[in-house]
């Protein structure tokens, strides 16, 4: 027996004015899994979550989740996902616990089911101290915390997150990411939107890559980064170091061609396997080559994006926003706006 | 790959995607737009509780003007501050309710731009159910605004023809109608860009039909064109309905005529509103 895709999108289309916005996705997402999609700011990353949740009409395209037609039946869509945006999407003049009832009630649990589950969600995301407090109170990690309680209290079988860790210091981020990790071990799906490879390498299984619009790209986190290299070795040589040497000896032994600043002496090499690090310096320590520094960096989403489409992942929303006055007033770039937040 | 095993995160409760797709209804029924209403107004209601400032426009409004005007006009108009009352009280009610309407407006404007909006939009609920929720908790404004002029009248010395009963009609009938307005308001609400913008939109309209009305003058003291239009101002409807209900007790056709016309804009600022709102999405 095959199971429904979770997310099965063929030539999604969304236009604003001139710009298009989205422009001709395709995607599929299977069930139970954690998919990533990857972009800069601007590339249409929210616009086709924003499709694909109902909130905004597909100008052109078909979508279905769970095999439910996105377009013809929205109100069947909004009973199967739950939606976490770059901001909280919560009643700041509420308490957690009214939140969360308040949600529960308008999704028809009766109120002391609405109440149990508010205090069960509040209890999983450790905001059970903070249950009676107002929001204003929140710090920025309860609130998103509190958001994606929210979107939780019916137990959605599709979730999406769009930028969920976006503005979150790094232990608040690792806490996020065990629950996203928690939410598909309960049988949910989950589509996230990130701007962070790193992010979209802990934890999706499948990535697409997003640039104006378009999929530049798809597969696993490791299909991605073997395309760019793996890593990159960052060498700074001391002062009286012969570099042509040096760069000699990174040919012969890496067999890739060094990135070399001749003034600051610094050194960058790109690495298919982290292993090549230590064949090089070894070489350098035989041939006297000595170094003031040295370290192994993961590839950014920046050299991702120079890999696959010739230029840097910069933010482009700017640029649009020149091309196509219409859309500085348009929902779109007003949450672009806040992803750089 | 990672080797930990990850616990689900509500353990006791494993999602099956097949069984809640059909589970889905294709749209809400009667009975869960209501219940999606109420909830949205209890919402409304916990807002003005944390926000009693919210509440200075019904209380503060009847206290002030019922005494200002009654005291200032009273004595150029009727002869005097007692024969004035019958007149004034059911104008300033009528009055109140307006502006208290067009608050809902201002108020509503502001809470779409908020975040929580957001949610309601994905949520599975009837496109009404945002809009109307603070309609229906503002019943309670409508209460206080009524029952204060009232009770100001009563306590500078006005006594109401229709008694008790002609009193709590009066005021049941300025909810009714405050209640039907507001769904005007709610719409600008919908369409303006700003909530200042809102606040400027409703004042134009409000200003000119409360004081062009009979709500603090006899109209035999106006001029000839301006009587025509004051006597086809809905307000005046609405203010000379109240006054035969609290002065006299009676249930005239204008009675009739201002709960045919509260129902006339609902019927037709109702489903604009939801249109309009549908739109912000």
């Not at chain 1, 289309?13 to 916005?21: E, P, W």
């Not at chain 1, 450790?126 to 309680?149: C, H, T, V, W, Y």
């Not at chain 1, 503005?167 to 989950?190: F, H, K, N, Y």
């Amino acid at each position: 027996m095959t199971t429904t895709a979770a997310i099965d999108a063929v030539g999604l289309v969304k236009s604003f004015g001139q710009l298009r916005a989205v422009d001709g996705i395709d995607l599929e997402v299977r069930q139970g899994e954690i998919f990533g999609v990857l972009g800069p700011n601007g590339a249409g990353k929210t616009t086709m979550l924003k499709m694909l949740a109902t909130l905004l009409p597909i100008d052109a395209g078909q979508a279905r989740v769970f095999g439910v037609d996105v377009a013809k039946e929205p109100h069947r869509i909004r009973q199967l996902v739950g939606v976490t945006g770059q901001y909280a999407s919560v009643d700041e003049d509420l308490t957690a616990t009214e939140n969360l009832w308040l949600f529960g009630k308008l999704q028809g649990l009766r109120s002391a089911d609405a109440r149990a589950a508010a205090k069960q969600l509040l209890g999983q995301f450790g905001l059970e101290d903070a249950a009676n407090k107002p929001i204003s109170q929140f710090s920025g990690g309860m609130r998103r915390r509190l958001d994606l309680a929210a979107s939780l209290i019916t137990r959605p079988p599709l979730i999406f997150l769009d930028e969920p860790t976006t503005g979150l210091d790094p232990r608040t981020r690792g806490q996020m990411w065990e629950t996203i990790r928690g939410l598909v071990a309960g049988g949910s799906t989950v589509l996230l939107t990130t701007q962070y490879l790193d992010e979209a390498d802990q934890l999706a299984g499948r990535i697409a890559v997003i640039d104006h619009g378009r999929k530049v790209a798809e597969g696993t986190p490791d299909e991605l980064k073997t395309s760019v290299g793996n890593s990159t070795l960052q060498l700074h040589l001391a002062p009286d170091t012969d570099q042509e040497l040096a760069r000699q000896i990174v040919r012969k032994v890496a067999g890739a061609d060094p990135v070399l600043t001749p003034e600051s002496g610094r050194m960058n090499v790109p690495l298919d396997t982290a292993d090549r690090a230590a064949d090089i310096l070894i070489g350098f320590r035989q041939a006297g080559v000595s170094i003031i520094s040295v370290s192994v960096a993961k590839p950014t989403l920046d050299e991702v994006f120079l890999a696959l489409t010739g230029h840097g992942a910069e933010d482009e929303a700017g640029l649009e926003d020149d091309n196509d006055p219409d859309l500085a007033t348009s929902d779109e770039t007003a949450d672009e706006a806040l992803e750089v937040q | 790959m990672s080797t930990i095993t990850v616990e689900p995160l509500l353990p006791d409760e494993v999602v099956d995607p097949a069984a809640v797709v059909a589970r889905t209804r294709p749209r809400n029924s009667p009975a869960e737009t209501i219940s999606q209403t109420l909830a949205m107004a209890w919402r409304a209601l916990k807002k003005m509780r944390r926000n009693p400032e919210q509440f200075f426009d019904v209380t503060i409004q009847p206290l002030l003007f019922t005494a200002m005007f009654a005291y200032i006009f009273g004595g150029a108009i009727s002869g005097d501050v007692h024969n004035y009352l019958p007149l004034l009280i059911p104008g300033i009610v009528a009055q109140t309710v307006l502006t208290t309407c067009m608050a809902s407006g201002v108020q509503l404007r502001e809470d779409l731009d908020k975040g929580v909006f957001d949610r309601f939009k994905v949520l599975p609920i009837a496109r009404i159910a945002p809009l109307a929720g603070p309609v229906v908790a503002d019943v309670v404004r409508y209460l206080i605004a009524a029952s204060l002029t009232f009770l100001t009248g009563l306590l500078i010395g006005y006594r109401p023809g229709g008694g008790v009963l002609g009193v709590l009609g009066a005021i049941a009938l300025s909810i009714f109608i405050g209640w039907s307005l507001a769904w005007i308001f709610t719409f600008i609400g919908t369409i303006a860009r700003n909530a200042r913008s809102v606040q400027g939109i409703s004042m134009l309209i409000l200003f000119p039909l409360t004081f062009l009305s009979n709500a603090f003058v006899p109209v035999k003291t106006l001029p000839a064109g301006l009587a025509d239009f004051v006597k086809i101002n809905p307000v005046s409807i609405l203010v000379t309905a109240t006054r035969d209900l609290a002065n006299n007790g009676t249930i005239t056709s204008e009675v009739g005529w201002t709960l045919v016309a509260g129902l006339v804009v609902i019927a037709i600022f109702a489903p604009l509103s939801v249109l309009s709102y549908r739109r912000h999405i």
